[in-house]
């Protein structure tokens, strides 16, 4: 049964079998997906294959290699126990485990580092750099504690530093509550407001434009035409989605409505929710609609996906704030030059 475990052993890998000193070194054969038994016909056939001009030239060396053919054919037999080793620098060969998922006490998986001599017979040399720890931030998942917003039990929230091409660096923070199930993600800026405010106008002219990347920030505001609808900045806070992602918890907003449940709710009211949703459910399948983002921070992105070349769906533009966006923001009164000579001369 073990001679029949899968194999799956790249051109880097080295495969031996100690108890007869035998071994096939790398880069000597292709890669191949076979079994145990498999490698070692390959080997047995390689080794015949010259058997007839051996014999012709040196029949001393032709019976010894005789004599070992006939040992690894034994092997096939398993008259006893050996050892099948695969050495693979890059990680990529395997053996299979017939006992999967439990653990298999015949077989021995051992990971190590490569040394600079197999990263060199890859063709893996770098220069070596002096550690970012800007760098090492963006590849680390850092977790703190906080409490769920829906039941306040204990909870942790995992947050990554991710960079968006094309774009710019933003902060996923994500929470998931083990008591009550809840789960909520949030997406946050990594760099300052923009100078400028933006706008992305995207004309929706295919299904699958929904797989589009969108970022909306906590300060973009949201607007579909078409359905006569407009969503205010802060109603769904930040996200990190799909275009058919952030239409879907567009919907649950609008569903939720409390004007929209229980005694209170007006029939007249309900009918034109629910003819609103209906209208959704078609922008997201075949109605043709134009989809706005207007952003006055500027942090807030729709993929282009004929990036780095023009979008002929996609417009964005860039444009100066007014007085009451930037009041909004916080910015009229934000002083970040000259500061400490104020607080100095305050008595």
Known sequence: QDMNREVVKTDSATARIPELDFEIPAFTQKGVLTTIEGIIDRAVA?????????????????????????????????????????????GNSFVENPHAPQKDEALVVTHYRRTPQQDAMLGLEQEEKAADPAEDLRNEVLQFSTNCPECNAPADTNMKLVQIPHFKEVIIMATNCDSCGHRTNEVKSGGAIEPEGTRITLHITDPSDMTRDVLKSETCSVEIPELEFELGMGALGGKFTTLEGLLKDVKELVERNPFTLGDSSAPSRTEKLREFIGKLQEVKGKMKAHFIMDDPAGNSYLQNVYAPEEDPELRVERYQRTFQQNEELGLNDM?????????????
């Open 46 to 90: 390689g080794l015949e294959q010259d058997q007839p001009i051996r014999r012709a030239t040196d029949e001393v060396v032709a019976d010894k290699i005789a004599e070992f053919i006939g040992k690894l054919k034994q092997l096939k037999e398993v008259h006893s126990p050996f050892t099948f080793i695969l050495d693979d620098p890059s």
């Open 335 to 347: 002083k970040t030059e000259g500061y400490e000579a104020g607080a100095a001369s305050a008595p």
